[in-house]
């Protein structure tokens, strides 16, 4: 079975800062990847995902994560926080002959202002 | 168009008895999948149904159930309520499979045990 591991658990930082959110997974075949959101009292929201070509993906408001398959990685990047970005950020993965999403543990971010 | 519909938004239980959760997805969408949300144990999958079927499900003893209706509704059943069933519960649909689509989810119900 898949797992996924994400090492920071609270993160602060000052707003225009730039932000680097690991993932890390282990799984032996293919997998496809996600990077959800979770903002204070709203439900979980994509911000991204990897199926296939070009590992570097953007998604929305400025999110942006990198593939590296050979570091089981898909480490989750934003060149300048917001205020606006606080909120628990969930890294995701699912083989692609599976049905199973596995979720890692989140990471709290915090901006201030 | 509608996003996934859970109800209810909180409930609360004693020891011992069951519950019944609803999710209504998107409507197209043929795959739910269910989750607990708490704060040891983050998100973890319950099971999801496709098509009225169960095609997975997670590491959870028998007391959590489910079913999907031929609408795509489904309803997930906690029988025996334990003090450690306290949890968010939650439900996400997309519209095909869960391996190769995005899944949009519900805000939750916020399930506690006295």
């Known amino acids: 079975a898949q797992s996924v591991s994400q090492h920071n658990h609270h993160v602060i930082l000052s707003e225009a800062a730039s932000l680097e959110l690991g993932c890390n997974y282990s799984?032996?075949?293919?997998?496809?990847l996600f990077w959800y959101v979770q903002y204070p009292g709203q439900h979980l929201q994509l911000l991204l995902k990897y199926f296939s070509g070009d590992p570097l993906v953007k998604g929305i408001k400025g999110f942006e994560a990198e593939f590296i398959k050979s570091k089981f990685s898909f480490n989750l990047r934003k060149p300048s926080v917001q205020w606006s970005d606080t909120a628990e950020y969930f890294c995701a993965v699912i083989p692609i002959a599976g049905n199973m999403l596995t979720f890692g543990g989140g990471t709290r971010l915090m901006v201030k202002p | 168009k509608a996003g996934v519909t859970q109800t209810p938004r909180y409930l609360i239980k004693t020891r011992g008895q069951q519950v019944t959760l609803s999710c209504s997805p998107i409507s197209g969408h043929r795959s739910v999948s269910w989750y607990q949300q708490t704060p040891g144990q983050g998100l973890q999958f319950l099971f999801e149904?496709?098509?009225?079927?169960?095609?997975n499900k997670g590491n959870f003893p028998g007391r959590f159930s489910g079913r999907q209706f031929s609408n795509s509704r489904s309803e997930m059943n906690v029988s025996t309520l334990e003090l450690g069933d306290s949890a968010l519960y939650l439900c996400?649909?997309?519209?095909?499979?869960?391996?190769?689509?995005?899944?949009?989810f519900g805000d939750g119900t916020r399930l506690s045990i006295l």
């Open positions: 799984y032996g075949g293919t997998v496809n």
């Open positions: 996400a649909s997309s519209l095909e499979g869960v391996e190769n689509q995005p899944q949009h």
């Open positions: 149904y496709f098509s009225e079927t169960q095609r």
